[in-house]
C-alpha cells in the first residue's frame, strides 16, 4: 500500500518568515495531493491540493509543488503570520483507491 | 451551510458498552469516510463508503461497524470498546473520491 513520509514534525519560524513542508510517498500511480490544516481543537480543512499532471499550484501565500519522478511534494508558506500556526497533514490518493493515506502531520509555530 | 456533523463531541464510556457515533452530510456527497486521529500517527481511515450500501474497509477496521442506508448519513458502530480505541474519531464526505474531504467537528471517544 501507500506509504506517506512528512517532514519536519515540528517547525518553529518567526513571523515573516518562510516555512516548507515536505512529503514523500511510495506508490507512483498516486496522483491526487492535498494539504490540510488544522487549527488547534478544530477539524481539518483543506488549503490546497495538487494534482499529478500539474507541477505547481499557487493560492496567495501558499504553493505546493511536485515532483512525479522523485515521489514528493512540498506546501511553502511565504510571509507566515501567527494565524498559520498549526499543524499541517499531507495526503497522497491512487486515482483507483478510496484509501488516502494522511502524513503523520507537521506543527507549524509561527512567533510573533 | 454546507457541512458535516458527527454526534456526540465528546463521550466517555466503559469497556464493552455498545456505542454509535453518527455522522450526517448535507451536500449530497457520494463517499463518506471515518478516521480516527492519535498523536503522533495523524489520520487512519477506518471505514469508507462509496455510496448506498456500499461500504469497504480502510486501513485500520478492527473492532469497528458502519453502515450507508441513506446518502446522508454514515454511522460508526462500536459493539464492543476497548481502551485502546480511545480517540479523535472524525467523519469525512467527498463528492467523488479524489477531491476535497469536508471533516465533521470531531468526536473525542474516551473507553474507560
Known amino acids: 500500500g501507500e506509504n506517506v513520509e512528512q517532514h519536519p514534525s515540528t517547525l518553529s519560524v518567526q513571523e515573516g518568515d518562510s516555512a516548507v513542508i515536505k512529503c514523500t510517498y511510495s506508490?507512483?500511480?498516486?496522483?491526487?495531493f492535498p494539504w490540510y490544516k488544522q487549527e488547534l481543537g478544530k477539524r481539518p480543512q483543506l488549503i490546497i491540493d495538487?494534482?499529478?499532471?500539474?507541477g505547481e499550484k499557487k493560492d496567495q501565500r501558499i504553493a505546493v509543488t511536485l515532483n512525479k519522478t522523485a515521489k514528493h511534494f512540498s506546501l511553502h508558506i511565504t510571509e507566515t503570520q501567527p494565524e498559520d500556526s498549526a499543524v499541517y497533514f499531507c495526503?497522497?490518493?491512487?486515482?483507483?483507491?478510496?484509501?488516502?493515506?494522511f502524513g503523520r502531520g507537521t506543527s507549524l509555530i509561527v512567533h510573533p | 451551510e454546507a457541512q458535516v456533523t458527527q454526534n456526540p463531541r465528546y463521550l466517555i464510556t466503559v469497556t464493552g458498552k455498545k456505542l454509535t457515533v453518527t455522522c450526517s452530510q448535507n451536500?449530497?456527497?457520494?463517499?463518506m469516510s471515518w478516521y480516527r486521529q492519535d498523536p503522533g500517527l495523524g489520520l487512519r481511515q477506518i471505514y469508507y463508503?462509496?455510496?448506498?450500501?456500499?461500504?469497504d474497509k480502510g486501513d485500520v477496521p478492527e473492532g469497528y461497524k458502519v453502515s450507508r442506508k441513506e446518502k446522508r448519513n454514515f454511522p460508526l458502530i462500536l459493539e464492543s470498546p476497548s481502551p485502546n480505541q480511545t480517540s479523535l474519531y472524525f467523519c469525512?464526505?467527498?463528492?467523488?473520491?479524489?477531491?476535497?474531504?469536508?471533516f465533521g467537528q470531531g468526536t473525542r471517544l474516551t473507553v474507560v
Open positions: 451536500m449530497n456527497h457520494e463517499y
Open positions: 469525512a464526505s467527498s463528492l467523488i473520491k479524489n477531491t476535497e474531504a469536508f
Open positions: 506508490d507512483s500511480a498516486s496522483n491526487y
Open positions: 495538487i494534482r499529478s499532471n500539474v
Open positions: 495526503a497522497a490518493e491512487e486515482g483507483g483507491s478510496y484509501i488516502p493515506t
Open positions: 463508503s462509496m455510496n448506498v450500501e456500499v461500504t
